[in-house]
């Protein structure tokens, strides 16, 4: 008896216990397992949110193989606009602006292939990403002889793997303002850093024109 009275003991004593903390028990299971998928549901749709600015970019980038066709050229300006618009958040918004400055270049629209690079300066921590935009901006600058803006551009980049063209932008810029002394030194340090292997032909009868000049 007293083994089946201890059994009721612990029926009531539980039946206590869940009248007053049965619901705080259940709301907190439910609060938790609520947790759990709706973090699974928002990683789930992080995840589809990336692959669908990774869609538009593939798609961006075929259209850019045959930039000249007028009809692509209006595809990537919709598609970049696109990623601007409704996948801001991730890097594929950035990039696609490095294909509409293409564009713009590809049409001699200069300034708004400036405006769209300078966007891409201004927006983004990448190191790499900025040192792309930065030398397709100085490059711009030397176009519309823009050349003091274009020098101090060039300074701003500090990369190693880029300072071979960077020194050899520099001496096209230089020539162009007239100083052949400091063009003829701007393409030697290109010339070392891009080493021989990797020197265009463009490079070797610039730096020759000058040194025989």
Same mark, same amino acid.
């Given at each position: 008896?007293?083994? $089946? *009275?201890?059994?009721?003991?612990? =029926?009531?004593?539980? *039946?206590?216990?869940?009248?007053?903390?049965?619901?705080?028990?259940?709301?907190?299971?439910? $609060?938790? $397992?609520?947790?759990?998928?709706?973090?699974?549901?928002? &990683?789930?749709? +992080?995840?589809?949110? @990336?692959?669908?600015?990774?869609?538009?970019? &593939?798609?961006?980038?075929?259209?850019?193989?045959? !930039?000249? &066709?007028?009809?692509?050229?209006?595809? !990537?300006?919709?598609?970049?606009?696109?990623?601007?618009?409704?996948?801001?958040?991730?890097?594929?918004? @950035?990039?696609?602006?490095?294909?509409?400055?293409? $564009?713009?270049?590809?049409?001699?629209?200069?300034?708004?292939?400036?405006?769209?690079? +300078?966007? =891409? #300066?201004?927006?983004?921590?990448? %190191?790499?990403?900025?040192? =792309? /935009?930065?030398?397709? !901006?100085?490059? @711009?600058?030397?176009?519309?002889?823009?050349?003091?803006?274009?020098? %101090?551009?060039?300074?701003? #980049?500090?990369?190693?793997?880029?300072?071979?063209?960077?020194?050899?932008?520099?001496?096209?810029?230089?020539?162009?303002?007239?100083?052949?002394?400091? /063009?003829?030194? /701007?393409?030697? %340090?290109?010339? /070392?850093?891009?080493?021989?292997?990797? &020197?265009?032909?463009?490079?070797?009868?610039?730096?020759?024109?000058?040194?025989?000049?």
């Amino acid at each position: 008896m007293s083994e $089946v *009275k201890t059994e009721e003991e612990q =029926i009531e004593a539980f *039946k206590t216990w869940w009248k007053k903390n049965g619901t705080s028990l259940v709301l907190a299971v439910a $609060v938790g $397992v609520g947790g759990y998928f709706g973090w699974q549901a928002w &990683q789930s749709s +992080q995840e589809n949110h @990336l692959a669908e600015a990774s869609s538009l970019y &593939q798609s961006l980038t075929e259209a850019s193989a045959n !930039i000249e &066709q007028e009809e692509n050229q209006k595809t !990537i300006r919709y598609l970049a606009e696109q990623l601007s618009d409704e996948y801001d958040d991730t890097g594929y918004a @950035l990039y696609g602006q490095l294909f509409v400055a293409r $564009v713009a270049v590809q049409n001699g629209e200069y300034e708004a292939a400036l405006e769209a690079l +300078q966007s =891409i #300066v201004s927006q983004t921590e990448d %190191a790499s990403l900025t040192t =792309i /935009a930065n030398v397709r !901006i100085a490059r @711009l600058q030397a176009e519309l002889e823009q050349y003091d803006d274009a020098l %101090a551009t060039l300074d701003s #980049v500090d990369a190693p793997a880029f300072a071979g063209q960077v020194q050899e932008l520099r001496g096209d810029i230089m020539l162009a303002q007239g100083d052949r002394d400091g /063009a003829r030194e /701007a393409y030697e %340090a290109a010339a /070392a850093n891009l080493g021989e292997d990797a &020197q265009s032909p463009l490079l070797r009868v610039k730096l020759k024109d000058l040194v025989s000049g």
